[in-house]
């Protein structure tokens, strides 16, 4: 199994750019989770996915955050107008909705930078 | 406020010298406790859950331990790949899959 996919894995942008981060989950898990980490606030769940239906996007900071899911492999998280701040690591993690375990299995990241 | 803190948070340690991390809560209600391990550049890795105070769980150097407040995370003789940070994450009973994580407890192994 390949694991959850991210890409970009780096992006340095400028402030005001768009921003898109993009994930592919694990085949079969149709719950998908979106995490921001950094040192400051550590892990911070972002909005979660359950059959492609946001669940619950309390985490989302602001209006300039949204994130989509179109279809069960593939999610984005955008950021329209990017500011510094909202440089950062940012994960993507899925699970099997239903399962007994709830285990989140994580991708590698992208690190975001806005200058 | 569901809150979930771990210390110390950095250790070192000699290759060898076994030692334990915190992670303490105060949650509504607790369905489960996480462990992860994340190395740098790197995603969290699961290593262990744990549902029920008692309960245990190993695997090769790492013990987790559950009680109604905290769990250890123990380490027997580490190594230096052992070196990494561990965060423990709390899952709870009215959260549905929401995870809350905790700063973390960055552990270095020297030689």
């Known amino acids: 199994d390949a694991g959850v996919i991210q890409s970009p894995r780096h992006e340095v942008t400028e402030m005001g750019q768009e921003v898109t981060l993009r994930c592919k989950p694990i085949?079969?898990?149709?719950?998908l989770f979106w995490y921001r980490q950094t040192m400051m606030r550590g892990l911070e769940l972002l909005i979660y996915?359950?059959?492609?239906?946001?669940?619950?996007d309390s985490g989302m900071p602001e209006d300039r955050f949204s994130a989509k899911m179109p279809n069960a492999s593939f999610s984005t998280l955008k950021i329209q107008p990017s500011e510094p701040r909202d440089s950062a690591v940012y994960f993507c993690?899925?699970?099997?909705?239903?399962?007994?375990?709830?285990?989140?299995?994580f991708g590698a990241g992208t690190r975001l930078s806005v200058l | 406020e569901d809150q979930v803190t771990q210390s110390p948070e950095a250790l070192r340690l000699q290759e060898g010298e076994s030692s334990s991390l915190n992670c303490s809560y105060t949650v509504s209600g607790l369905r489960g406790l996480f462990w992860y391990r994340q190395d740098p550049g790197k995603g969290p890795e699961f290593l262990f859950t744990l549902y029920s105070a008692g309960e245990e769980k190993e695997k090769e150097r790492l013990k987790a331990t559950l009680t109604k407040k905290e769990s250890f995370l123990h380490i027997t003789a580490p190594k230096p790949e052992d070196s990494a940070t561990y965060l423990c994450a709390v899952l709870l009973i009215q959260g549905a899959q929401k995870l809350v994580f905790g700063q973390g407890t960055r552990l270095t192994i020297n030689p």
């Open positions: 993690a899925s699970t099997p909705y239903g399962g007994t375990k709830n285990i989140q299995y």
């Open positions: 996915f359950n059959n492609n239906v946001p669940i619950d």
């Open positions: 085949s079969g898990h149709n719950s």
